[in-house]
């Protein structure tokens, strides 16, 4: 039970890493520009467009991946738009699995952005205004230190939810040792094989652990944050 | 000189504005909670975009809607200080004095060392915000202001949140800027006193209305002010220079054509002296008095008598200066007062309140 992982186990550990801090990376910007749109923009279908950004928590995320698929397969649109011009195949990838836990942690990270820019206070950007801050600069200088608690949160919370990534990694991405058998994935093939009851409990804990330690991480570096800026 | 001249609606207020005012000086915008004074400085920062109207410093047109000319607030060169200081949280006591410095095109006339003197925040510089007591953030969020190199400095109840030993701690800071820097600052104000002691120029806002404008003295008499500071705090404010002290305490002050001798511990000959000598201290006699205690006794002639809710108010002029009295119905049927007969008015040495004040010059 104490063992030292197993190479096959190590392996799945470096992957679910490797994916969640990929899907992560890539979708921080645009987690960011989604909560500012969502936050601060006036436009028709705005309902709408927020709803659709939720989507993942709603979807089984096997329709999620079977929409990658469909988008990115190689016949899908953009899968064959990306192979002809960019030589980048997305399905069955270490990069796709990155691509479909980006997708479902997406309104986590937007959640947790928005609600710390709201908590900005308009009067901070406005005296930055009258200091002669322009809008880039008025953004980078002041409301986005200002939001780095949500900002944060959302990241350590969308990584800590992508090492567990499970349906719409294994349907766009497959369950390919070495490429995209993560954590949950080398843990549910475990279940599947005979003697793989002692494996499975042993991966099932090493879950719990990386779970429960990200969620830990994320309180203390909000916390921190938040002291930083006197609240 | 400032020129503001605009029409806006805001919500329920219909702002109505058109005046224009001396610069350098303190330009106060005083008048009761809500009548507006805040929407008009935000129009002159230019964070609020009027419906109609030109603002113009000295030869710059900041906003002119005709002329479809709005300079975007980050080019105006217009130092803010906010009523509730507006620190940036995440910055030091430093970092939010160069947050302006480090982002103007001017020229540094106002330098990093020379606002810390003047303010005092040497000791604050590696300190947060929230370390801060009020007083002590309200000076930063000046020192921020003012090391942005402003043209105009527009100052919104900076004292308002503080309790009275902080607003005196900050006063005296407020009063060197007046004196030292040649910089324009419109001061927005319902404290009548802040006013006594920083205006130049003092515009009165009723309802989203400039009611009346021009200087202390002169607004001191009008009907319009008295109508806006508190009965009891009506007044004449009198403006003159200390001609002599003597080693009581008491100075010798020149006031128009004639002198008035208040107690003024510690006040320099030649010192410009701001006095306020309320109407309710002010009594009259219409023969010349005798042994009495009170030092002041000030011949002249009644100019206008007028009867309101707190009795009859009686401007007396007293050679190149105006007092007022008031007093009541049966006192002006027992004299029989009217428009130009001569009276002498009694002030007492003590009544009177008088701050140091020095115009700024040119």
Known sequence: MLNPLTPAELEALRLSLSVALRSVLLSLPLAVLVAWVLTRARFPGRTLFDAFVHLPLVLPPVAIGYLLLLLFGAHGFLGAFLREHLGLQLAFTTAGAALATAVMTFPLMVRAIRLSLENVDRGLEQAARTLGARPWDRFRSITLPLMLPGILAGVVTAFAAGLGEFGAVITFAANIPGVTRTLPLALYTAMQSPNGDAIALRLALLSFALGLLGLLAAEVLVRRARRVLGR | ?362
């Open chain 2, 1 to 362: 000189m400032l020129q503001v001249t605009t029409g806006h609606r805001h919500g329920t207020l219909a702002l109505e504005a058109d005046f224009a005012a001396p610069t350098p000086g303190v330009i106060a915008l005083f008048g009761r909670s809500g009548s507006g004074k805040t929407t008009l400085v935000n129009i002159i920062a230019g964070l609020l975009p009027p419906d109609a109207g030109v603002i113009r410093l000295d030869d710059q047109v900041l906003t002119d809607t005709a002329a479809g000319v709005a300079v975007p607030v980050e080019r105006r060169r217009v130092g803010y200080v906010f009523q509730d200081a507006r620190l940036f949280p995440h910055l030091t006591v430093e970092g939010n004095l160069r947050y302006g410095l480090k982002r103007t095109a001017a020229v540094v006339k106002i330098g990093f060392d020379e606002v810390l003197a003047l303010l005092g925040l040497g000791a604050l510089l590696p300190r947060r915000p929230h370390q801060l007591s009020g007083g002590e953030r309200q000076r930063v969020a000046l020192g921020r202001a003012l090391l942005s190199q402003p043209r105009l400095l527009l100052m919104d109840e900076p004292l308002a949140s503080l309790d009275l030993a902080r607003r005196l701690e900050v006063l005296p800071y407020l009063e060197a800027l007046r004196d030292r820097l040649r910089i324009p600052i419109v001061y927005v104000s319902h404290q009548f006193e802040e006013v006594l002691r920083l205006a130049t120029h003092l515009v009165l806002l009723e309802a989203g209305k400039v009611i009346a404008h021009g200087t202390v003295a002169e607004l001191s008499l009008r009907a319009e002010l008295q109508a806006i500071v508190v009965a009891d705090n009506v007044g004449a404010v009198l403006e003159g220079r200390v001609a002599g002290v003597d080693a009581d305490g008491g100075a010798e002050l020149a006031v128009g054509r004639g002198s008035f001798t208040a107690s003024l511990p510690g006040a320099l000959p030649g010192t410009a002296i701001r006095l306020r000598v309320l109407a309710r201290d002010v009594i009259l006699a219409t023969q010349p008095p005798q042994g009495l205690s009170v030092r002041n006794a000030l011949a002249g002639t009644v100019r206008d008598i007028t009867a309101d809710d707190d009795g009859v108010l009686v401007s007396v002029d007293v050679g190149g200066a105006t007092v007022l009295a008031r007093i009541t119905p049966a006192a002006r049927r027992a004299l029989a007062l009217k428009s130009g007969d001569p009276v002498w008015a009694l002030c007492k040495a003590v009544a009177t309140r008088g701050h140091a004040f020095r115009r700024p010059a040119g």
